[in-house]
């Protein structure tokens, strides 16, 4: 069990954090309902999320339905770029490793079959079938595609995708999915995707990027490779929607609000929720408490009431941060609602960040 404030502070349902990311069902059917009521609206047209700085404090703009994932660079002080969350169905590894990724702010999940011919598999390989939904803590060892090679040469085995949830809250639908070979000659994976009653089946290659952390792909359009991810020396943390599993008496996966933190550069921990912000200093900083879970920030900054039907946010949770050249901070959260048009709005976490002396 790891030792962080997700597993220290109790859950706004009463809810524990399981990290076995399994789900049964006996039905896709049923799987689809629970989309549907755990997820809502969002707004396509991606924005740049505008800087807010007083006195060390930042807003993130997201938008009221959490559409856009925002980059932040600590050094800078600035947002560098942003994309919706929609962009993509999966993401791969760049670098040295060949992790496979689904989209955890869809709260997309997906079924590993036995079988290893896609136009063998339908809707009927979903029946009892146990769901893996991909954790925000970003470890390989309990990502939800699991090992999909040896070595550099793919298993076959064929995925069921589960895809999320679209602008009017209806479903994205399901597709199935299988991994070919990875190339070293073109450096570049190789992807093979259809509908689940074998139409519209596309083969794509996903070539990795320098310096980049993950490159992207969308099944919408035959196929979209994106690499709008900035340079993973360029940013130390995203705002952004994932997915987490909340454990007996729900055992449901959830979609949560949060900080996942760079995995190239940056790491991060939860120090306490008594210390005085102001007064804390580099000599307050304890080392063994790094580590590379990319949720220590989360989500758990903002507590939610369903009594009011709203949040509120921890002022007094305290998070230490450690950049790759070195360099420490310490960061608050403040707000998360932004007056508009006299009405407060979610989706615009406020937070304070300094440079530790």
């Known amino acids: 069990m790891r ?3 997700n597993s220290r502070k109790s859950q706004v349902t009463s809810m524990k954090l399981n990290s076995a990311g399994k789900v049964p069902y006996t039905a896709f059917g ?3 309902l629970l989309c549907l009521l755990l997820s809502s609206c969002f707004k396509e047209k991606p924005i740049k999320a505008p800087v807010i700085i007083t006195n060390g404090v930042y807003t993130a703009d997201m938008g009221v ?7 932040f660079n600590m050094q800078t002080g600035q947002f560098v770029d942003s994309n919706s969350k929609y962009d993509y169905d999966m993401a791969f590894d760049c670098g040295f490793t060949y992790n496979v990724w689904i989209n955890g702010a869809n709260l997309a999940l997906v079924w590993r079959t036995t079988k290893t011919n896609i136009q063998d598999v339908t809707f009927a390989d979903t029946v009892g079938i146990h769901w893996h939904e991909e954790l925000g803590s970003g470890q390989p060892d309990s990502n939800a595609i699991g090992v999909w090679q040896n070595g550099l040469v793919s298993n076959q085995t064929v995925y069921i995708i589960n895809r999320g949830i679209d602008s009017n809250g209806h479903s994205l639908g399901f597709a199935k999915m299988q991994m070919g070979d990875f190339s070293t000659g073109t450096n570049s994976y190789s992807v093979t995707f259809s509908n689940m009653d074998n139409s519209n089946m ?3 290659s996903v070539p990795k990027v320098n310096s980049k952390n993950l490159v992207f792909l969308s099944f919408n359009g035959g196929g979209a490779v994106h690499d709008f991810e900035p ?7 995203i705002f952004t929607q994932y997915s987490v599993w909340f454990g007996p008496p729900n055992n449901i996966p959830y979609k949560v609000t949060g900080v996942l933190t760079n995995p190239a550069q940056t790491y991060s921990y939860f120090m306490d929720s008594t210390s005085n912000f102001d007064s804390v200093s580099l000599k307050n900083i304890n080392q063994s408490k790094f580590n590379t879970y990319r949720d220590n920030i989360g989500y758990l900054w903002k507590t939610y009431s369903f009594n009011t039907s709203s949040y509120t946010v921890n002022t007094d949770y305290i998070y230490i941060i450690k950049t790759g050249n070195g360099t420490y901070y310490k960061m608050r959260f403040l707000q998360f609602y932004q007056l508009e048009s006299g009405f407060e709005t979610k989706g615009y976490p406020q937070f304070q960040l300094f440079q530790l002396q």
């Open 3 to 5: 030792n962080s404030i």
């Open 202 to 204: 596309h083969t794509v």
């Open 231 to 237: 340079l993973n020396t360029n940013w130390d943390f």
């Open 65 to 71: 339905n959490y559409t856009q994932q925002l980059y």
């Open 30 to 32: 049923a799987l689809l």
